[in-house]
Each structure stands twice: as structure tokens, then as C-alpha cells.
């Protein structure tokens, strides 16, 4: 439910073109809908401006199906995260305009009547190397489904810091900058000192042992000396893209 949703409705009430009865029956729904094994917030566009998304992990197909109908059933965009192309087909059937990234694990559907967001400008996903790759695109679908423009910038790692050098201008350019980066994590500070817009650093779990599945890019990052940059949690690729989104908005 958005807020043009929600004044359209009001509108046909104040035109006699619905009953209050009915407008109320529609506003029932509003906060959430209990559908015994998950209660879908349907209040959370109107609140933050992007919708529910689904994690995948842990949740049977049939319960991510269930669900992610019942967010489309409003009009609202969806996203389910970390979705494993074995429980695809249930979604699949049931939402056939979806699209499925088997590099991200995601799964979207657009919602054509739903507002788009005025924007600061384009946000920048950056990513250290090709492993680097299913974190960096899920904070770029995420960002593309909330409305935003986005570049991408692949394989930059600081071992080959000329290749990031020659993206300065894009970078530069960008309203926010995503850097994703696992092993040693020093992409964020490096890309922070190149820009004057803020930095959602992302540390991925890619590493040998001792970056203890993206504990040390994690430490690194909290510990950067750029002040320009603001951490998520590991391999958060979604958290990153709303944050993204949030800081892009007008």
C-alpha cells in the first residue's frame, strides 16, 4: 500500500464511488496479514518507501511462494533474497512475469503502477573481484526494483588499483558509492578516498582461512580511516542496496 494508494481510495470514498464500508474492508489489511507461518507487512511502503523483502534461506518453497503472492496481490514490488533455484518453481508458476538472477540468488517482479522515487543521482556498486559478484548484484537489483539508477563498476580489487584509478570520473560522479569486498576488505576506504559522496562498505565472506569468513574485511572496514564510510554486515547485499536507496532519495 502506497501513499497514492491509499489517496486514490480516499478520493473514490469522497466521490461516493465506494462505500466507507468497503474503504475500510481495503484498510483492514493495511499493518499486516497473518498467514499462519509468516505475517506479511504490508505497511512497510508506506512507512520506508520500499516493500517487505523475503529472505529465502530457511523458508520451504511453499512458504516463500505463499508469501511472495501475497505481496503481489497488493501491487507492491517483490524480492526474494538468497533464493536457491531448487525452490524456484512453486514462485515461478505462481508469478510467471518474475525474474530469476541465478548470480545473486534473487527473484523480482516489478510493479508498473507503483511511484518512482525522485533521485539524487546514480549509486555506484563496486565490487574488489569476480567473487565478490553475487554480493555486488544483489545490492544492485535491490536498488534497481526501489528505482534507482545504477552503475556498475566489476573487479577493481586493490591488487590491481590502476583498474579502479581508471573508474575515478564514474566514481566521482556517483551519488553513493556500494564497494563489496572480501580477503583483506580495503576497497571501501580506497574508493573513499577518491569521492566526496558516502560509501556503504559491504565485506563478503571470500577469503583464505584467516579471513575468517569475512570477519577480517568486517574488522577492516569498522576500522577504516575514511570517515566517509558506513558498514553492513557480511555478504548484506540487500541491506546495503536500501541503504543505498535511502541515502539516493529526495
Do not use: W
Not at 52 to 68: L, N, P, R, T
Not at 118 to 133: E, F, Q
Not at 229 to 241: E, P
Amino acid at each position: 500500500m502506497t501513499p497514492d494508494r491509499i489517496r486514490s481510495l480516499l478520493e473514490k470514498v469522497k466521490s461516493g464511488e465506494i462505500s466507507l464500508e468497503d474503504a475500510t474492508a481495503s484498510l483492514r489489511e493495511l499493518p499486516y496479514v497473518d498467514l499462519g507461518y509468516a505475517n506479511v507487512d504490508h505497511h512497510r511502503q508506506l512507512r520506508q518507501g520500499f516493500p517487505e523483502a523475503i529472505y529465502g534461506e530457511h523458508k520451504s518453497a511453499e512458504q516463500i511462494a505463499g508469501i511472495a503472492c501475497e505481496i503481489a496481490r497488493k501491487g507492491s514490488p517483490l524480492l526474494v533474497t538468497r533464493l536457491d533455484e531448487a525452490k524456484l518453481e512453486p514462485l515461478r508458476s505462481r508469478l510467471p512475469g518474475g525474474r530469476y538472477d541465478p548470480l545473486s540468488r534473487t527473484f523480482r517482479l516489478e510493479a508498473p503502477d507503483a511511484p518512482r522515487p525522485k533521485t539524487r543521482g546514480y549509486v555506484a556498486v563496486v565490487c574488489a573481484g569476480t567473487s565478490d559478484l553475487p554480493v555486488a548484484e544483489e545490492a544492485a537489483i535491490t536498488l534497481e526494483l526501489a528505482g534507482h539508477p545504477v552503475e556498475r563498476i566489476r573487479d577493481v580489487g586493490v591488487a590491481g588499483i590502476h583498474r579502479l584509478l581508471a573508474r575515478r570520473e564514474v566514481l566521482a560522479s556517483a551519488s553513493v558509492v556500494v564497494a563489496v569486498a572480501g580477503m583483506e576488505g580495503t576497497l571501501p576506504t580506497a574508493v573513499a578516498g577518491l569521492v566526496a559522496a558516502p560509501v556503504v562498505a559491504v565485506p563478503t565472506s571470500v577469503g583464505y582461512g584467516a579471513s575468517l569468513g569475512g570477519v577480517a574485511a568486517l574488522l577492516a572496514m569498522l576500522t577504516s580511516c575514511a570517515p566517509n564510510v558506513a558498514v553492513v554486515n557480511i555478504d548484506n547485499g540487500y541491506g546495503a542496496g536500501v541503504f543505498a536507496a535511502t541515502i539516493n532519495g529526495v
